[in-house]
C-alpha cells in the first residue's frame, strides 16, 4: 500500500494514522500518547497494554516527519530494544517505506530525509557517542539500571529533545520509580491499567490472579510498585 499525498499530509498531521493506516484502533490513551507533545512522558502501564507498538509508531513518526532527526530505542538490553525496534520496522514497511531508506539492519534505519532510528545495548559503555537526539525512548524502564539512565540524559541536554519512559512496576526501586512518584519535575503521566485494556479479558485476569498470587498480580495488571514478600533489594540497587 503506497501513501498518497493526501495520505502523507494526514499523517504528517495526525501521528494516531499510522495505527489506522495499518489497519489499527488506538486505544484513546494510545491516541492521545501519538497526539502529545509533551517533552517528557512516562507510561506506567500493564503488561501488554500496547505501549511498545504506540511508542513505535511515535518514533517512526518522528523519523519520517522531523527531517534529520536521531530517535534512540534503549532497554535494559540490546534484544529488548531490539525487539521495540522491529515494532518501528514493522510500521515502516506496512507504511510501504514511505521515505525511502538509505540504510538499514536489524539494529537500524537511515532514511534519505537524514533521520534516524536507532536500538541501543543496554550497557553505558557503547552508548555514549550519540548528540543531537530529537527523541530518547526507553522501554522496560523499571528494568534500566541508574547509571544507565544517568549516562543518555544529557543526550538531550543541548538538542532539546523528548524523553519518553515506558514500563511495567518492577518494585520500589530505580529512576522509574522515582520520577513516577516525583511531582516537583513536569512528566506527563500515563497510567494503563489491564481493566482498561480491551484486548484482556476479565476472564485471564481472574485466571492470572488465581494462580500469579495478588503481588504479582498486581505489578503485573494493577501497575502497582509492589516489593515481593521476602525479596531485599541490594543497596546497589536502591536510588
Ligand atoms: N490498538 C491496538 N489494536 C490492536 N492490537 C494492539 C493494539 N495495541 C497493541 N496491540 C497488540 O497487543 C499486543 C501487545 O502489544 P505491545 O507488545 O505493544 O504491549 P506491551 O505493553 O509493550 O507489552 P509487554 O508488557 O509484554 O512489553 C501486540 O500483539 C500488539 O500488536
Ligand atoms: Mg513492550
Not at 518514533?59 to 522531523?66: D, I, K, N, S
Not at 532514511?111 to 527523541?135: A, D, H, K, M, Q
Request: aromatic letters at 8%; hydrophobic letters at 40%.
Amino acid at each position: 500500500m503506497s501513501l498518497t499525498p493526501q495520505q502523507m499530509l494526514t499523517l504528517a498531521c495526525d501521528p494516531a494514522q499510522i495505527f489506522e493506516l495499518c489497519g489499527l484502533t488506538p486505544d484513546p490513551w494510545q491516541r492521545d500518547l501519538l497526539r502529545s507533545k509533551d517533552p517528557r512522558v512516562l507510561l506506567n502501564c500493564c503488561r501488554q497494554a500496547g505501549k511498545s507498538t504506540a511508542v513505535a509508531a511515535l518514533a517512526l513518526h518522528t523519523a519520517l516527519f522531523t527531517g534529520k532527526s536521531l530517535v534512540l530505542l534503549l532497554s535494559a538490553t540490546q534484544r529488548q530494544s531490539g525487539e521495540l525496534f522491529r515494532k518501528v520496522l514493522e510500521f515502516y514497511d506496512a507504511l510501504d517505506q514511505p521515505i525511502p531508506a538509505l540504510t538499514r539492519s536489524t539494529l537500524s534505519l537511515e532514511l534519505t530525509n537524514g533521520s534516524r532510528v536507532v536500538s541501543l545495548p543496554g550497557n553505558e559503555g557503547n552508548i555514549r557517542s550519540y548528540s543531537g537526539v530529537r527523541l530518547l525512548v526507553i522501554d522496560e524502564a523499571a528494568r534500566v539500571e541508574e547509571e544507565l539512565y544517568k549516562a543518555v540524559r544529557p543526550m538531550l541536554a543541548v538538542s532539546g529533545g523528548r524523553l519518553i519512559c515506558l514500563s511495567t512496576p518492577f518494585g520500589k526501586r530505580g529512576f522509574f520509580y522515582h520520577a513516577w512518584h516525583d511531582h516537583e519535575t513536569p512528566w506527563r503521566r500515563f497510567l494503563i491499567k489491564a481493566q482498561e485494556v480491551p484486548r484482556i479479558s476479565p476472564q485471564h485476569l481472574e485466571e492470572e490472579c488465581r494462580n500469579m498470587g495478588p503481588t504479582w498480580f498486581n505489578q503485573e495488571y494493577g501497575c502497582s510498585f509492589e516489593t515481593p514478600q521476602g525479596l531485599v533489594y541490594p543497596d546497589s540497587l536502591r536510588a
